[in-house]
């Protein structure tokens, strides 16, 4: 038997809400109306999908298995209608965006005046912090995070690869010589990033945690930057932060073994898969479009590298 979307959406609804009453506000229905469409759908899947307390709602072990494809069956269906009906929407109303604050100075806030200029009536509040935010009790509309995700009861589209590279500014190499392999980092100042005392490199599709030491740690990229290019050590940086740096060669990326640093993911993460607002996708459409056009590639040695001219 097809299931009911709506019964779907109950379901994606109530895992990010973590509340019945939320769902059923989200979707302009009752509580005693969302609670029904669930057990419908938990009587047609044969499982309970959610443990309800009086306190909150949470997922079962069956219901942690079907959210993602409750989620992905309402984005084909979105997807369809969409397709159907070209032009009909409008992007519209209070946009609020959440990114880290590197991120979201050189990628996100440059695609500002180009989305404001096509949506006239959408109203953007970005947000840019580098702390987790936790995007529904902050009422957000979508966050651009580069990270490992935690919390499946949120929607994530992969964006785009973030390959990361390890630099030193030119000084220092001349000063202190060029590593080359792994072993050689622990001769060399390692600046590193909120205190973590390793740096994890990929090897035969396995992760690999190199130990390093510093006398320089900071909980702040940008602070990272300011010291590698001063000459202080080598750091990690992801590819779009350091394009500038590269290009004008004030920083150059350094290769241990032929491994490359572990690989990030650029993700845009929002609340709930069942219908999405069109100003969301709007958003999400064009910061694809942005990051396709940095190569988040290492250039060859003297090529420098660039990231859409940003």
């Known amino acids: 038997?097809?299931?009911?979307?709506?019964?779907?959406?109950?379901?994606?609804?109530?895992?990010?809400?973590?509340?019945?009453?939320?769902?059923?506000?989200?979707?302009?229905?009752t509580p005693a109306a969302a609670s029904r469409r669930l057990a419908a759908l938990e009587r047609q899947v044969g499982a309970r999908l959610m443990q309800r307390t009086t306190r909150n709602l949470t997922l079962t072990a069956e219901g942690e298995a079907f959210l993602p494809h409750a989620r992905a069956a309402l984005e084909a269906m979105e997807a369809g209608q969409a397709a159907l009906l070209p032009g009909r929407e409008e992007a519209s109303g209070p946009l609020r965006v959440t990114a880290s604050m590197n991120f979201g100075?050189?990628?996100?806030?440059?695609?500002?005046?180009r989305l404001l200029a096509e949506h006239p009536r959408l109203r953007v509040d970005l947000q840019l912090t580098d702390s987790l935010v936790d995007i529904v009790a902050e009422g957000i509309d979508l966050a651009v995070r580069i990270a490992r995700l935690r919390d499946s009861a949120l929607v994530a589209q992969k964006l785009a690869p973030n390959p990361r590279l390890l630099c030193a500014s030119p000084g220092y190499l001349t000063a202190h010589g060029t590593p080359r392999t792994?072993?050689?980092?622990?001769?060399?100042?390692c600046l590193v990033l909120g205190g973590a005392p390793y740096w994890t490199y990929e090897l035969d599709g396995q992760m690999r945690q190199i130990r390093v030491g510093s006398r320089f740690t900071s909980n702040s990229i940008e602070a990272l930057r300011q010291a590698c290019l001063g000459g202080l050590g080598l750091s990690l940086f992801s590819a779009w932060d350091i394009a500038e740096e590269l290009e004008a060669g004030r920083l150059v990326p350094v290769e241990l073994d032929a491994l490359?640093?572990?690989?990030?993911?650029?993700?845009?993460?929002?609340?709930?898969?069942?219908?999405?607002?069109?100003?969301?996708?709007?958003?999400?459409?064009?910061?694809?479009?942005a990051l396709q056009d940095c190569p988040f590639r290492p250039a060859p040695a003297g090529a420098g590298a660039s990231c859409g001219g940003r």
């Open 105 to 113: 100075r050189k990628i996100v806030a440059p695609l500002m005046p």
């Open 182 to 189: 792994v072993a050689e980092l622990a001769g060399h100042e």
């Open 1 to 29: 038997m097809p299931m009911d979307s709506e019964e779907l959406a109950v379901l994606v609804h109530a895992a990010a809400a973590g509340s019945l009453s939320e769902a059923a506000r989200r979707m302009g229905t």
């Open 260 to 289: 490359p640093p572990q690989e990030l993911t650029v993700w845009a993460v929002y609340p709930s898969a069942s219908q999405v607002p069109r100003k969301v996708r709007v958003f999400i459409a064009m910061l694809r479009e």
